[in-house]
């Protein structure tokens, strides 16, 4: 059974950074792509970022690209998002999840196992 576990949430002001971390359970980690989602109140689950299985390959929403990295080490079982000029509309849940394929996808509905969320608010 696989389980993802997300950590590193909190509260920050805007224009400050956190860093996420998700630890995955499973001997095949490095084989699958990881992603991160986020969903605000009464809004849809959106994508943040994702990493290919090799880590050689990342995408990024338009809305966080060259504010967030994504990475991972499969030797721990660990994939990252740090998160650098925080703003208000950054405020929600962040979700880690794996992919079945060794590629990414954009949509929630790549993704087969969902970790239980991280809340992450950015004052203003």
């Known amino acids: 059974q696989v389980r993802l576990v997300e950590f590193g949430g909190g509260l920050v002001q805007a224009g400050g950074s956190l860093r996420l971390s998700c630890a995955a359970s499973?001997?095949?980690?490095?084989?699958?792509?990881m992603g991160w989602f986020r969903q605000a109140p009464e809004k849809e689950r959106e994508f943040v970022a994702s990493?290919?299985?090799?880590?050689?390959?990342?995408y990024y929403a338009d809305s966080v690209k060259g504010r967030f990295t994504i990475s991972r080490d499969s030797a721990k079982n660990t994939v990252w998002l740090r998160m650098n000029s925080l703003k208000p509309e950054d405020t929600a849940v962040y979700y880690c999840?794996?992919?079945?394929?060794?590629?990414?996808?954009?949509?929630?509905?790549?993704?087969?196992?969902w970790g239980q969320g991280t809340q992450v608010t950015v004052s203003s």
């Open positions: 499973g001997r095949t980690f490095g084989d699958y792509a």
């Open positions: 990493i290919t299985w090799s880590g050689s390959t990342t």
């Open positions: 999840a794996r992919s079945p394929t060794r590629y990414s996808g954009t949509s929630p509905s790549d993704y087969v196992y």
